[in-house]
């Protein structure tokens, strides 16, 4: 893990965000980041020009409980013309301000759910969370969000495939040194993608009843948003 620690140090370019993250716990309230940070070139991802569109997964990324029962129902991605609505196809539902999220049953507390990941278009910025309750990671939100945030980096970055396989293990080491409380929550973004100004954060939230974290990509500059990815 020190291994890790290292890695981090020497190879990510630390950035700071502007704006704070909002936060939320109960159904039809969601954090979201708007960050506007001052970006460096990367010396780990070399990007390549080739968009290559992220395939979806037999698994929905968002298939925890029967949360979806509790749910108003949810627009046909066909007559949507929201640019991320092909999330509808891995079980996000859509919200009131546009957002794409993801709801899970509390199982400590019964008959309450919160939202445990979001993705939003905000101001040309395309910004993915996945919320920690109380600082901890449930079982399976750690490779949902990170098929989650590998989704959206395929349809919306000029990322190579062999890039984005790069990609994957930063993200991946990131989620796991804030599992193991490696890196700890602060306004700091980490820099993965410098064409899209894409950046990583791990952060607390700031008020309401979800008393946790929340880690977040933000894709500053996203590619095709105009069009759904999938048909």
């Known amino acids: 893990m020190n291994l890790f620690i290292r890695f981090f140090a020497g190879c990510s370019f630390l950035i700071y965000a502007v704006a704070a993250v909002s936060n939320v716990a109960m159904a039809q309230e969601a954090p979201t ?54 999330l509808a196809q891995q079980g996000f539902t859509e919200g009131s301000d546009g957002s794409w999220v993801c709801y899970v049953n509390d199982s ?10 979001k993705v939003q278009e905000v101001d040309g910025k395309l910004i993915a969370s996945s919320f920690l309750d109380s600082g901890s990671l449930i079982e399976g939100q750690e490779n949902r969000s990170l098929d989650l945030f590998m989704t959206l980096i395929g349809n919306h970055t000029k990322t190579s495939q062999g890039n984005r396989q790069s990609i994957r293990r930063y993200l991946e080491s990131f989620i796991s040194l804030v599992r193991s409380g490696k890196i700890q929550p602060s306004r700091r973004g980490y820099l993965f993608d410098q064409p899209s100004r894409s950046f990583v954060m791990y952060h607390p939230l700031g008020s309401g009843e979800l008393k946790g974290t929340g880690i977040t990509i933000n894709i500053n500059s996203p590619y095709r948003l105009g069009a759904n990815q999938f048909s």
Request: aromatic content about 8%.
């Open 33 to 86: 980041a708007s960050p506007s940070p001052s970006l460096s070139p990367s010396p780990f991802l070399s990007p390549s020009p080739s968009p290559s569109p992220e395939k979806v997964t037999q698994q929905k990324i968002c298939s925890f409980d029967a949360v979806e029962s509790l749910l108003p129902p949810t627009p046909s991605s066909e007559q949507n013309n929201s640019p991320i609505s092909y």
């Open 108 to 117: 400590k507390k019964e008959g309450r759910y919160y939202t445990l990941l």
